[in-house]
């Protein structure tokens, strides 16, 4: 290697900075500048550990529930009407005293799951309905939107309204 400023060959280079210029030269001309880092290396690229943003910035979260439908009680009571049956006779086949099953035609009391069941197996109805509950949280705001339960029952009755 040559020193940039006289020449001289020399094993090692010392970098300087003479009159503003770096130089790489010799051990003798470095006493002429003042010291300065090596040329600047191809560093290699940092590898950022930032942590990147999550993909699945907006989750979405889904759950099913069965619900009873909002007009179970007209359902059951035309549901018996076209088969025909009494309340006693219906009473007979759920297994749930007549004073019950007219209280659940005037929506006093809200059949159990089971009963429900075998109303609709019964009768040939629906009293269960699916309503997706979704509701969507996005991490970089707290801005949370949610359908209620509620909601979609309004909206699927103002649906069945004709
Ligand atoms: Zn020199």
Excluded at 1 to 14: A, F, I, P, S
Excluded at 65 to 83: C, M, Q, S
Excluded at 121 to 137: D, N, P, R, S, W
Aim: proline letters at 4%; one cysteine or more.
């Amino acid at each position: 290697m040559q020193c940039e400023l006289c020449g001289k060959n020399v094993d090692t280079l010392r970098y300087v900075i003479i009159d503003g210029a770096r130089m790489a030269v010799c051990e003798n001309c470095a006493k002429l500048g003042i010291p300065a880092p090596p040329p600047a290396e191809k560093r290699l690229q940092e590898v950022s550990l930032k942590r990147r943003m999550s993909k699945i910035d907006e989750k979405i979260f889904q759950s099913m529930n069965r619900v009873l439908v909002p007009d179970w009680a007209e359902r059951i009571k035309e549901g018996r009407i076209k088969k025909g049956w009494t309340r006693e006779e219906l009473s007979a086949k759920v297994g749930e005293p007549v004073n019950a099953i007219a209280k659940m035609e005037n929506g006093d009391l809200r059949p159990s799951d089971e009963t429900a069941k075998k109303l609709e197996k019964l009768l040939g109805i629906t009293l269960f309905q699916e309503v997706k509950e979704i509701e969507a949280v996005s991490s970089s705001s707290s801005e949370r939107r949610g359908l209620t339960i509620g909601d979609l029952i309004k909206l699927e009755k103002e649906k069945g309204m004709k």
